[in-house]
């Protein structure tokens, strides 16, 4: 049995393919089309998922889709009418906008299903699950556990915001809902918008500007703006803000109570923006922590799946592991609202068919997050020399070498094997390396080859084998989805006088053996490697410890700003001629910057629009 998995016309649109309970495609439509968040209908990704599991759409058995488009018009118009006559103006122009895509949606998935395989009845195979429970699906279905407690937090989906279910086998039960307008997802966006960043996109710079500050402002963000209770479960005070009804996530009460109005899109940070981001951050793990340990104190459940945008602070996820509320968690790696389109082809299947699951022997089902396209190296050979590359066709082992020694020399490196994973993060599929040992890496590759703010922090893949002798986990963390700190002695010690710096001045002071990964609290966002997932970026890092006795290097995802992570190996050399990435390898194919044509070098900074 096949289910085909969809999410789109919101952000992160994506396609999923399970057959007989086994995931066999997922990606997301941003990687083909090259516009970042791209929320259409996910026809490139579709296809891709079909073609891989080589069928045409008439061979799926369902399609489902991520939530019910009509229970979110209904919780659109409800708002606006419990607010009335506040909003009306953006209510008169949304809703011509709302009446087409949402109210209408599932005639426009009938009529888009029908042009592909014009013989189907779609009325028949047609599926719709609630956005909550195709984020649970994701996070249970997946998971190495035959039971667990299954936490899904986001924005917002129809009604839900904040869901609790408990996971058996192929059964999913939801038993507990937070609904809008009170969610963390929004809080946390609040606080995004308000310092300056895109919502649905720069939450995780506010997580990441977060240890440059001071929490101070916890207590005013629990005295006006979210009445939190013990057990976890809380309501926002909306007189503060203006996503129900305006265009803005907040107004002008909280820019009075914060002192002042919203930062503007790439204006200067200053501490002030950094203690902000610091406090709601300690504001969302607070939530977390409680909800986590009143829901432990409830079901018993000893394990625990997360999914939801929430999902993926992995600080907050980190501060759990830590606090040992659980004995073991498993966080889904799509967590955002492309897996939704996993999580409804799981839902589908499981769910709706009601077909038996068996959670695998080792790992997981999600196999690494490796679900995107990979290509063979005939192909890459033929692409590249297409696009005017110079390159040595050298075979896999010594591109292993060459890229070692080449990370070893200092450089940066383009990675770009194998299948292309899934979700946000870049697992050695389609990623940037560099020297963790470095002082200078982190700035170098903020500043000349992703183009971004340098505040940024990068995170390390480490061999899982070797990951206890460098941060504080002694477990598995594939997906970069757990933060730890770097262990005590493998810190460097401050001075007085650099303990006394403040906010961006702390960038620049090596706080570790490993400075181009380790953060300004010591902490990192950690991915181990596993032979068994990914043996040649295993076989990679082993060879960069054998040159230098270190088993970390730095791994960022294979873009510039504001561009969606590289797809195929054309994009792999338009990035490389774009930045000043060194060397790259695609395949068993390898570049070195030096010997291209400079008349294909292309200004790569400003060619996508700002995240």
């Not at 009529?111 to 994701?138: G, M, Q």
């Not at 591109?399 to 020399?409: K, S, W, Y």
Request: proline share 5%; hydrophobic share 40%; aromatic share 10%.
């Amino acid at each position: 049995m096949r289910v085909l998995g969809l999410s789109a016309f919101y952000h992160d649109s994506a396609a999923a393919l399970v057959e007989d309970g086994r995931i066999v495609a997922a990606a997301q439509e941003e990687r083909f089309s090259r516009k970042k968040h791209d929320a259409r209908l996910p026809r490139h990704a579709m296809a891709y998922c079909l073609e891989e599991a080589g069928i045409g759409l008439d061979q799926v058995d369902h399609v489902a889709f991520y939530d019910k488009p009509f229970l979110k018009f209904e919780r659109l118009l409800e708002t606006y009418v419990a607010m009335a006559p506040r909003g009306f103006e953006s209510f008169r122009m949304a809703l011509p906008i709302w009446l087409r895509e949402k109210l209408f949606q599932k005639d426009l998935l009938t009529k888009e299903l029908k042009a592909l395989a014009p013989d189907v009845d779609w009325t028949k195979r047609l599926l719709f699950s609630e956005h909550h429970l195709s984020h649970a699906a994701s996070a249970f279905f997946p998971s190495p556990f035959r039971e667990a407690l299954v936490l899904t937090m986001d924005g917002v989906g129809e009604w839900a915001t904040t869901s609790a279910a408990i996971g058996r086998d192929h059964a999913l039960e939801m038993f507990r809902e937070i609904h809008f307008p009170h969610s963390l997802g929004l809080l946390y966006s609040a606080f995004t918008y308000y310092t300056g960043f895109k919502v649905n996109s720069g939450e995780y710079k506010v997580m990441g500007l977060a240890p440059y500050g001071e929490p101070k402002y916890v207590a005013k963000i629990l005295d006006h703006l979210i009445d939190l209770k013990p057990d976890g479960s809380f309501r926002l005070n909306m007189d503060y803000f203006d996503y129900c009804t305006g265009l803005t996530m907040t107004n002008a009460r909280f820019a009075e109570l914060f002192g002042g109005p919203a930062r503007k899109p790439e204006e200067r940070l200053t501490p002030h923006h950094m203690d902000l981001a610091a406090s709601v951050q300690k504001v969302l793990e607070e939530a977390v922590l409680r909800l986590g340990r009143s829901l432990r104190a409830e079901t018993g459940q000893r394990k625990l799946c997360l999914a939801g945008g929430v999902a993926l602070n992995c600080v907050a996820n980190g501060k759990l592991l830590r606090e040992r509320v659980f004995d073991d968690i498993w966080v889904q790696p799509a967590a955002g609202d492309a897996g939704g389109a996993l999580g409804a082809a799981l839902a589908g299947y499981h769910l709706y068919k009601g077909q038996a699951r068996t959670p695998p022997a080792t790992g997981d089902g999600m196999r690494g997050s490796y679900l995107g396209p990979a290509y063979a190296g005939e192909d890459i050979a033929r692409r590249l020399t297409a696009a005017g590359a110079r390159f040595e066709r050298i075979g896999d082992d010594a591109v292993v070498e060459a890229g070692a020694r080449a990370l070893a020399e200092g450089k940066a490196l383009g990675w770009f094997s194998g299948r292309m994973e899934f979700g946000p993060r870049a697992l050695g599929g389609r990623s940037i390396l560099g020297d963790a040992r470095s002082p200078s890496m982190q700035s170098v590759l903020n500043l000349k080859v992703k183009y971004r703010e340098s505040f940024r922090p990068f995170a390390p893949s480490v061999l899982r084998e070797d990951v206890a002798d460098w941060f504080e986990l002694d477990g598995d963390s594939p997906y970069m989805l757990l933060v730890a700190d770097v262990v005590e002695r493998r810190r460097k010690a401050m001075t007085a006088e650099q303990q006394a710096l403040f906010g961006i001045d702390k960038l620049n002071i090596p706080r570790s053996d490993i400075p181009a990964v380790t953060h300004v609290d010591y902490s990192a966002r950690i991915q181990t490697v596993h032979a068994d997932t990914n043996p040649r970026y295993h076989a990679l890092i082993s060879r960069f410890k054998a040159l230098t006795g270190c088993p970390v290097i730095v791994n960022t995802s294979f873009n510039v700003r504001g561009e969606p992570i590289v797809c195929t190996p054309e994009d792999a050399f338009r990035c490389f001629m774009g930045t000043e990435i060194e060397t790259l390898a695609v395949g068993d194919c390898f570049l070195r910057k030096e010997a291209q044509d400079p008349a294909l070098k292309r200004d790569y900074k400003d060619s996508f629009e700002l995240d």
